[in-house]
């Protein structure tokens, strides 16, 4: 719709519109896109979003990568909750291989899971507070994003971009500082998170600028196929977590928060809530932790998963697998799988199709952010330029997973 | 005309000048060591003993950062906007009166530029103008963030304008005066007028905020829809102007505030302190409290901003014509009314 030419042309000198270009780098985008909007004043009429300013083709190049070099552009969708995508991903490849997961590995990846969760929600909704100009509440809550990076780098050595896991399990064992930050974690998060909601919850202010804004019906968000915590903000309880469980999730008690009119305020509660119930699943996930083996952290699947550099160097078996995977002698079935995990902002689905090879014959990525985003501009249509803003603060658009 | 008084107003106006953009200054630091405080950090500490010196260092940043004029803007009208503002900014504490009269030897020094008859007009019609400042270089810049900007500011103070304006006339009921140095002669010691407005103050108060773009009212400057609205395509000192227009503004506005709700340099027991330090030192001494006054305002300004979010557009509007206005035609009334009463009963 709009490649290289003008969305609008302001060549009537009669009209009463104005194009306002909101973006391609505006601070409120947070993350390279664009929309074009027709302003009446501190309306919007119309509106056209123009997507694809950081595309990088990942799903092709996807195509020319071995399963397991294919983490690492899944770092790169959501970057806000890369373990989410990294688990996704290699969960899709363990079903397409039909690897059966140890029990503790599964409530370990639980736990990084759900504390990415954190961090994702934590992101959108301090967001919203800091666009509605409360940047101490910001700063409030930003600051356990920070120590839940610790933990990452703790378990994997990376923050951002984690690389975390790998297919089969995880590729070390959570030492004991990392235990111990999870557990320093679980004891100063509700705090802090209870001091956000008391400032916003109720704050006049807050409820004006975002209940009622942005309102969704139910119809609309199934048409638009919207997932996560936007479609539970209109009232539909459907999380993959719950419908579809992966990774154990059956295992555990928590509750899916639902909201009644889909509108800002209410995925910003549902948003919390949900921060709420991560915090639960976590803390049954460690206590689960305690009664399974100790020092299991992968799979029995030599042929996938790559051994340790002390067995390579001493064990001739480990050395044949080594060499085996790394020059990619080891081909995975013929098949086709679709595996959805529900990632920070809805359900994060990868459909594979193999057609035998070590690569992947092709490959997609159901993002839920340019899935959410598509009724972006449809929405804007007759709303005020900072409801729009708001709008888009609270859906959460990633840049990264937008144009992946 | 005697050279003496020459020499006295010029001195005095020097102080001042140099008083408004110190405390200009000074506020752009207490801000961030407020926020700081109140967001868990410790603030600016490179520059100088507690980064004391963080405001020279910002503006000598101001004054050498490259001049960028966007080629299709009004020039002549770019370079007046900061200009306007600044002066408006500036000129408002003319008719403040800083404390009572002061006597060195046998010549009696009035602390106040000048004590004009209206000077509680000369007021509004300084902060009216100041708004121009920010309309001409929000559609000077030819930017249309800019001019979303300009035209939300304008809309604003002249809203607020009215609810402010409506809140004085009853305090000028009370004090039947429009000179700044009667209203606060009358507040001599505890008689301050807050005791007899506390809603007229409300109003006022909150009109403040919105006639200095303050926080929750700083809908122009909206960095996360306006990217900072009206100085969005200003750089080097012209930017610096307006920042400090700002910080100005909310000097004088705290200043104006103090002076007429809160007794100015009156604090109780003011007679006895007169008494004992005599009418050179006691002057200054209520010039002091005056003061104090006054950051407490600016605390309490910067306090809220780093406290609550901010309106949305039309939000701000209702709060101006159907809260605040009514509000204030109601404190008139009952104003009325109660003098009315008390003067004939």
Not at chain 1, 4 to 24: A, I, K, R
Not at chain 1, 96 to 118: A, F, G, H, T, W
Request: net charge negative; glycine share 8%.
């Amino acid at each position: 719709m709009a490649h290289n030419h003008p969305v609008y042309t302001d060549n009537d000198p009669q009209s009463e519109l104005v194009t306002l270009n909101l973006g391609p780098t505006h601070p409120a985008t947070h993350g390279v896109f664009q929309n074009v909007l027709q302003m009446d004043g501190e309306r919007i009429v119309s509106g056209v979003s123009t997507i694809g300013y950081i595309h990088r083709a990942f799903e092709k190049i996807a195509e020319h990568r071995p399963f397991y070099q294919i983490t690492p552009l899944t770092d790169r969708l959501n970057y806000c909750s890369s373990p989410i995508n990294n688990m996704g991903w290699h969960m899709t490849v363990e079903k397409l291989l039909n690897i059966q997961i140890p029990k503790r590995v599964d409530y370990l990846r639980v736990i990084i899971m759900e504390l990415s969760r954190i961090s994702d929600h934590i992101i959108c909704n301090t967001i919203i507070a800091q666009d509605t100009g409360a940047t101490t509440t910001f700063l409030y809550l930003f600051q356990f994003r920070e120590h839940i990076y610790e933990i990452f780098e703790e378990i994997c050595g990376a923050r951002l971009t984690t690389n975390i896991g790998r297919i089969g399990g995880l590729e070390r064992d959570f030492n004991e500082i990392a235990f111990a930050k999870i557990n320093k974690f679980l004891k100063e998060f509700p705090v802090a998170l209870r001091e956000f909601e008391s400032l916003l919850n109720r704050n006049r202010i807050f409820i004006d600028r975002t209940a009622g804004v942005a309102e969704v019906t139910q119809e609309a968000a199934l048409n638009y196929s919207w997932t996560g915590p936007l479609l539970r903000a209109t009232g539909i309880d459907y999380d993959v977590r719950v419908s579809e469980p992966y990774s154990s999730y059956q295992d555990f008690d928590f509750e899916v928060p639902v909201g009644t009119s889909g509108d800002v305020f209410d995925r910003y509660l549902v948003r919390n809530e949900e921060m709420w119930q991560s915090i639960r699943i976590i803390e049954q996930a460690l206590e689960k932790v305690k009664t399974e083996p100790k020092g299991i952290f992968h799979a029995d699947v030599p042929d996938f998963y790559l051994p340790g550099k002390e067995e390579v160097y001493n064990n001739m078996e480990a050395l044949i697998y080594h060499f085996k995977i790394v020059m990619g002698e080891i081909d995975a079935p013929k098949a086709e799988v679709y595996h959805a995990v529900e990632g920070g902002n809805g359900e994060l689905g990868f459909y594979l199709i193999n057609d035998g090879g070590r690569t992947p014959y092709r490959l997609h990525f159901r993002r839920p952010s340019f899935i959410n985003y598509s009724m972006y501009a449809k929405m804007s249509e007759g709303m005020l330029l900072s409801d729009a803003i708001i709008n888009m603060s609270s859906m959460n658009i990633i840049a990264g997973e937008l144009d992946a | 005309m005697d050279i003496n008084f020459v020499i006295e107003k010029f001195v005095l106006i020097t102080i001042l000048f140099a008083i408004s953009l110190l405390i200009a200054m000074y506020s752009t630091y207490a801000e961030r060591k407020v926020a700081a405080f109140l967001q868990d950090r410790l603030g600016p500490d490179r520059a100088g003993p507690f980064g004391i010196l963080q405001p020279l260092a910002d503006g000598v940043k101001m004054f050498m950062k490259e001049e960028i004029i966007p080629a299709n803007a009004n020039k002549w009208l770019f370079m007046v906007g900061p200009g306007l503002a600044m002066l408006c900014a500036c000129i408002g504490t003319a008719v403040i009166p800083w404390g009572q009269d002061m006597v060195i030897g046998d010549r009696v020094i009035p602390l106040q530029v000048t004590d004009i008859n209206v000077g509680l007009l000369y007021i509004f019609g300084v902060i009216s103008l100041g708004v121009y400042g920010v309309m001409i270089g929000g559609w000077a810049s030819n930017n249309k963030y800019s001019l979303l900007s300009a035209i939300r500011a304008a809309s604003q103070n002249i809203s607020y304008e009215i609810a402010m304006g409506l809140s004085i006339i009853a305090l000028l009921l009370v004090s039947n005066s429009l000179s700044l140095k009667e209203i606060v002669e009358q507040q001599h010691g505890f008689n301050w007028n807050f005791w007899y407005q506390p809603l007229g103050f409300l109003i006022f108060m909150v009109c403040a905020f919105a006639e200095t773009n303050r926080a929750p009212f700083d809908l122009p400057e909206c960095e996360a829809e306006l990217n900072g609205g009206y100085h969005m395509e200003y750089s080097s000192m012209k930017l610096g102007f307006y920042l400090f227009a700002e910080y100005i503004n909310m000097f004088v506005s705290s200043t104006v505030m103090a002076a007429l709700y809160f007794g100015g340099y009156n604090y109780p027991g003011m007679d006895y302190i007169a008494a004992q330090w005599g009418p050179t030192w006691a002057p200054l001494f209520g010039t002091f409290i005056f003061f104090m006054k006054i950051f407490a305002f600016i605390f309490f300004f910067m306090w809220v901003r780093w406290t609550i979010p901010r309106f949305r557009y039309d939000q701000l509007m209702n709060l101006g014509w159907k809260t605040l206005i009514p509000l204030a035609i109601a404190n008139i009334i009952v104003t009325g009314i109660v003098i009315a009463l008390t003067n004939n009963f």
